[in-house]
């Protein structure tokens, strides 16, 4: 599909484990960026890449996420030490540089650390 | 700084009621506005959009005006549907900024 994809879809993981998503943007989307939608709570903005230039990380919780973007295609975000306020659900977007810059969602990474 | 609020959920209609959801933002300059839908188990996705002040965006019979005056961006739709079930989002995207600004999204539950 043209999508945007993400994997995996469901993962449960232990406490203090590392985990890692992946997101696959829409072809030729400049632009990339991470949310966290927690239960019952709007979209929590992580990270976004833009071609070449550095992150804007200003919205990583804390030192245990990182986030890179290889080739300006596929972005994998990774959280070290998982704990279990780190369960929500991970969503992915892409978007060309356009003024309006709309955004196409990936149906998202539940994650759920017990 | 940037911000949008929105109406508190859940909003509970009958089939064929009329539906508002009420967004305000707040933003310096002239902001692009948008309405995204999210369906139950998958992604959100755009519903509609204005980019200057008095536009309408409209989609599946949603309408929103741009109103400037009121720094508002309501939702509506003259007849809702089962099917219009979903968690809706209020969301800006200041002039020549690349971070959309999301509100904190209004679940709308449709009875038949």
């Known amino acids: 599909g043209a999508g945007v994809s993400q994997s995996p879809s469901n993962k449960v993981t232990e406490k203090g484990k590392d985990v890692e998503l992946r997101c696959d943007p829409i072809s030729g989307h400049t632009a990339l960026y991470w949310y966290r939608q927690s239960l019952g709570q709007g979209l929590e903005f992580l990270i976004y890449f833009q071609g070449n230039s550095a992150p804007d990380k200003s919205g990583l919780p804390s030192d245990r996420f990182s986030a890179e973007r290889t080739g300006g295609s596929v972005s994998t975000l990774t959280i070290q030490r998982t704990q279990q306020e780190d369960s929500a659900v991970y969503l992915c977007?892409?978007?060309?540089?356009?003024?309006?810059?709309?955004?196409?969602f990936g149906p998202g990474t539940r994650l759920t650390v017990l | 700084g940037n911000s949008v609020t929105q109406m508190e959920g859940p909003v509970t209609l009958s089939e064929e009621a009329f539906l508002t959801i009420n967004c305000t933002y707040t933003?310096?300059?002239?902001?692009?506005l948008f309405w995204y839908v999210q369906y139950p188990g998958e992604g959100l996705q755009l519903l509609l959009k204005a980019t200057k002040a008095d536009d309408k965006g409209s989609n599946k019979g949603f309408e929103a005006t741009y109103r400037k005056e009121t720094t508002s961006f309501h939702l509506e739709k003259g007849s809702v549907q089962v099917s219009d079930s979903a968690v809706y989002f209020c969301a800006l995207l200041n002039t020549g900024g690349f971070k959309t600004i999301f509100g904190a999204g209004t679940r709308l539950f449709v009875k038949a």
């Open positions: 977007a892409s978007s060309l540089l356009t003024r309006n810059n709309e955004q196409f």
């Open positions: 933003a310096t300059g002239y902001p692009s």
